[in-house]
């Protein structure tokens, strides 16, 4: 029997993360993380850092950080919001624009998060349907709604929307605020950013876990205009006043001192994962225009499922998800070439072993 304090409990079926395994000998790419190291300038920084200042708070509004940012995307400082991740972020950006009670709408494939954070929150939603070639169908966000979230790309499959597709969407939600989460944008995508001066009801989030790296310090932020900043940060103020820690703050502003290593590493991803595609579609793959560091792969005989598992034996790590439409997909993470070619080398003997049985 339930006691009675259990009837008040605010329940919730959380997010599950993909697993973090560890081998010494594995293969990750599950979790979308970058196969490069950071930047140098990180790690120097990280080698300079002192640790009698952390015995103070860090400062509240992440100035350092908020200050290069701002400065690195040619915006002003009060455009930029900083949070523990762009989950941190966009869990903020729900908790604050997400209040009229009407639907909300996201795709139906999508960043599984999305739906968790409604429920959380309370925030009713309706899941519009991607196209058979799971892309996002635009008019399906022209209609009476309670806001928008979506990720360009798009997670997990990596199919972009274009920017003319997004203005549409933004010039017909005038009323609401609609989120673009550009958590791989940089891989070969286009940012939504220069539309955030058109359009106040625009919030454009990003993070430094895929392209910069940097997964392990959890640094995300959003971008939009003045009012929509000062309200995302009033509602951080009145939940939590220090989120980001001393040393993240330090090295995500040493980051952004380092384009020519962001670039050089980012490059390498792009050309490993179109080589990558080439070698899945010769062994029977096939997969949507990826502009993330992933490819959505499904397989003409063989399940995904059966793959996922005989890949997990081998200590080679990718994503499965159990879901509807999506359940004969692989979201294979972009690994360095020598990875990749350890999985492309493994999926072929796999293969050709089944044939032969
Ligand atoms: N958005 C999307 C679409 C993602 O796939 C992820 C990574 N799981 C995030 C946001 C959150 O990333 P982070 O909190 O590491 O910035």
Not at 164 to 184: F, L, P
Not at 247 to 268: I, N, Q, V
């Amino acid at each position: 029997m339930e006691n009675r304090w259990e009837e008040n409990v605010r329940r919730v079926v959380p997010y599950t993360p993909g697993e973090q395994p560890d081998f010494p000998d594995m293969i990750k790419l599950n979790t979308n993380e970058n196969p490069y190291p950071p930047s140098p300038l990180v790690e120097r920084a990280l080698r300079g850092m002192e640790t009698e200042p952390l015995r103070l708070y860090p400062a509240p509004g992440a100035d350092a950080l908020v200050e290069a940012l701002a400065q690195y995307h040619g915006l002003k400082k009060e455009q930029v919001f900083v949070g523990v991740g762009s989950d941190d972020v966009l869990a903020m950006a729900f908790l604050t624009f997400f209040n009229s009670g009407r639907p909300i709408r996201f795709p139906d494939i999508t960043y599984s998060f999305y739906d968790v954070w409604a429920e959380l929150f309370r925030i009713p939603f309706e899941r519009q349907p991607l196209n058979e070639r799971f892309e996002i169908v635009k008019e399906h966000y022209f209609g009476e709604n309670g806001g928008i979230v979506f990720p360009n790309p798009n997670a997990p499959t990596g199919i972009e929307l274009s920017l003319s597709e997004i203005e549409e969407i933004i010039a017909h939600n005038r009323d609401v605020i609609v989120i673009v989460d550009e958590a791989y944008i940089d891989f070969g995508g286009h940012t939504a950013l220069p539309l955030i001066e058109k359009y106040e009801n625009l919030l454009v989030v990003q993070t430094f876990s895929k392209s910069r790296s940097m997964a392990g310090l959890r640094i995300g932020y959003a971008m939009g205009q003045e009012k929509l900043i000062k309200y995302l940060n009033d509602a951080k103020y009145s939940f939590n006043s220090y989120t980001m820690n001393r040393p993240s703050l330090t090295m995500g502003t040493a980051a952004l001192r380092d384009e020519a290593y962001f670039c050089e590493t980012r490059d390498k991803i792009v050309a490993t994962r179109e080589r990558t595609k080439k070698e899945l579609a010769k062994l029977g793959f096939t997969f949507g225009d990826s502009r993330a560091n992933f490819v959505f792969a499904t397989h003409s005989e063989v399940p995904a499922r059966e793959l996922f598992a005989a890949l997990k034996e081998a200590h080679i790590f990718v994503r499965y998800f159990d879901k509807p439409r999506i359940d004969n997909y692989l979201r294979i993470t972009i690994g360095t070439d020598a990875q990749m070619d350890q999985l492309v080398a493994f999926l072929k003997k796999y293969l050709e072993d089944r044939r032969a049985i």
